[in-house]
């Protein structure tokens, strides 16, 4: 095998490194680092931004700037005075490396979350340490200071923070009179829905401030609870509300623009608002949680359901009426022998990508433009024996007889209507028997799957590569893979329990946190790990709010 000539330590790295690819060493050598919460408010309002440059983000900025290159060449050759086109394709190469530059600073994971007083903190996540990023304070538009309640943090895909707070203040009822005893103020609740923006300086990099925030007044009746919160790109907010009866209820609140620049604040933002009346065709439970994608589509999630059954493509109260709510449910076929063949599935976003040019194929004489896509589906008919729905990782394939020259979104998967189960994922449950249910997170390049079912967390290791090829057999052991139903079974790590699990991130391939009723956790997967465990306070590798005008460099760790 070539290890004969390696030291013990190397060799112990070498098998650590291969466990690590396999997933073995998730739970038996994963390193531990817990962090303290010095706050008393729990992190269940806590908020995770995941990280946001993936692998596959560099073919799409390669795909854009070769674009940008054919149409724009003679113009680049004029503007810089480049005597060839050579010149020209590393002017290119420089904006491309600047995006990627750019693009880097904003791949970390973060964490905002609620210490006393209604201060919010936001930390950024890396994989080998925890900083301190800014203390944020919502400044009432009233100038007056109030006992607030902060109900939800919601961050957008471009790292704008929304806050829905609340407090109480009192009101005269219809007829008051000073001296009338039988008739005392109500009290009633006054929501706000405050919006952070993130900031960019070229000293400072990109950064918050409480300076830079907008007030948008929200008015909720009073047999209404706010159970979610999202918040789109534009600045569009989706709050899911539930009523005494249970039923199912959210509206979306609009940003306009130009008041905001100016003033700020907004005392009556328009509202569209999405009955029950309206979801009565399709939903048949409670929505929750709500979160929205770059293109602007509204993802809509049951309670204790890790996937969107739901979704609507229009959000902004300012466009025309909105689209139907969706469901995102297609037919699959498990076993080929089963009657009937096909079952339901709900298949969530995709996840991993892969794409081939001039691949041939039985039905074209040219080379065709392939693009593969992983997602994970769930069936929505419970299995027999367990009575939970079975969880696999799903595959679709589309051919275009066309140039390469197109961009690739994982948005571009998600309308493929044909999907097909590659591999079962043992172990996982759908709905746990607690109302936090299934917690899942996907790790950047879509190598590990994380789900946690109250303390308990499951790592699920793949290789999109191989799956994308295909020829399972090869990939699963032999007592893993069905070869009639042409299926494979991907076995779990356990890690190790450190608390009830309120929302999970991956900071890299090998490094997940997670907020917990014992404070923020972190756990080392990768090839140097060596189960230790370390305690520190949330606080402890805090930054001073001077230091972000000397931001280390993308990767350095300090």
Known sequence: ???????????????????????????????VSKYKPTS????????????TFPEFLHLRIMNRATSLFAMLENWILLAFGISSAKGAYLTVNKLIHSIEST??????????????????????????????????????EDGKSHRMEILFLAFSNARDLAVLYRYQKTRKPPGFMVNDPEKVKEKCHVYKLVTFHQCYARQKDYFYTSNQQETRDV???????????????????????????????????????????????????????????????????????MHFLENGRLNLFEPATPLHRFYMHSYDPYSPPPLPILTNRVLCTIDPESRPPLESFIVGMPFNFSHQKDVYVD??????????????????????????????IMQAQESI??????????????????WTPLALLAGFKV??????????????????????????????SIDPDMLHQGELEHYFPK??????????RLRPSLLSSEGVVYRMTWASEDHLYATTDRGLIRWSTDQKSRSEVEQLTLAFDAWPQTALATPAMPGQDW
Request: aromatic share 6%; hydrophobic share 35%; glycine share 6%.
């Open 1 to 31: 095998m070539g290890l004969a000539d390696l030291s013990n330590e190397e060799l112990l790295t070498r098998f650590r490194e291969r466990a690590r690819q396999n997933g073995c060493a998730a739970g038996i050598l994963a390193d």
């Open 40 to 51: 008393k408010t729990p992190l269940t309002k806590a908020a995770f931004s995941p990280s």
């Open 103 to 140: 693009s880097k600073q904003q791949s970390l994971a973060q964490l905002a979350c609620v210490h006393d007083g209604g201060i919010i903190h936001i930390y950024d996540l890396y994989p080998h340490q925890v900083r301190h990023k800014v203390e944020l304070h919502i400044n009432p």
């Open 219 to 289: 008015r909720i009746k009073s047999n209404l609870e706010p159970v979610g919160l999202a918040l789109a790109s534009n600045g569009t907010a989706a709050i899911a509300l539930r009523s005494q009866e249970d039923k199912t209820s959210f509206f979306l609140v609009g940003r306009d623009t130009k008041l905001m620049e100016a003033s700020t604040y907004d005392r009556d933002p328009k509202i569209l608002k999405v009955y029950e009346e309206d979801l009565a065709n399709n939903v048949e439970r409670l929505v929750f949680s």
């Open 363 to 392: 039905w074209s004489d040219e080379g065709v433009c392939q693009t593969s896509f992983l997602a994970l589906g769930m069936t929505e008919c419970p299995d027999r024996v367990s009575g939970q729905p079975r969880v696999f």
């Open 401 to 418: 007889v066309a140039d390469c020259s197109h961009e690739v979104d994982l948005e571009d998967g998600r309308r493929n209507s044909s």
């Open 431 to 460: 709905q746990g028997p607690t109302s936090l249910g299934t917690v899942l997170a996907i790790s950047p390049k879509g190598r590990r799957i994380a789900a946690a079912f109250w303390s308990r967390i499951l790592i699920y």
């Open 479 to 488: 007592r893993d893979y069905n070869s009639r139903k042409a299926l494979g």
